[in-house]
Nanobody, 123 residues
Framework: QVQLVESGGGSVQAGGSLRPSCAFS????????LGWFRQAPGKEREGVAA???????SYADSVKGRFTISKDNDKNILYLQMNALKPEDTATYYC?????????????????WGQGTQVTVSS
């Protein structure tokens, strides 16, 4: 079992920054992936960024250069630094965990999910 708890969402104006975090705990396989996904009303849940157990990171094209995923191993916290936010980034952001994930942005590859944190960007 893996537990994930997000926090740090909020409301900002376009161009602003936020840094949601995800506290994680529990047993993970040797090869695992921690990811950030988002879901806007009426839209599919989509992958945003992923952090592999080997330290490599992946980003969706829509956020490259603006978002940075990082992990604090001492505190077991996953972060998503979001800069230059746009109104289209408005969504509920979820962190997720999966083992032996091949397709980093396929939500079906992840077994555990947090409850989500709301991010709202106004124009």
């Amino acid at each position: 079992q893996v537990q994930l708890v997000e926090s740090g969402g909020g409301s900002v104006q376009a161009g602003g920054s936020l840094r949601p975090s995800c506290a994680f705990s529990g047993q993970m396989d040797r090869v695992y992936c921690l990811g950030w996904f988002r879901q806007a009303p009426g839209k599919e849940r989509e992958g945003v960024a992923a952090f592999d157990s080997d330290g490599s990171t992946s980003y969706a094209d829509s956020v490259k250069g603006r978002f940075t995923i990082s992990k604090d191993n001492d505190k077991n916290i996953l972060y998503l630094q979001m800069n230059a936010l746009k109104p289209e980034d408005t969504a509920t952001y979820y962190c997720a965990q999966g083992n032996w994930v091949a397709a980093k942005f396929d939500k079906h590859e992840y077994n555990y999910w947090g409850q989500g944190t709301q991010v709202t960007v106004s124009s």
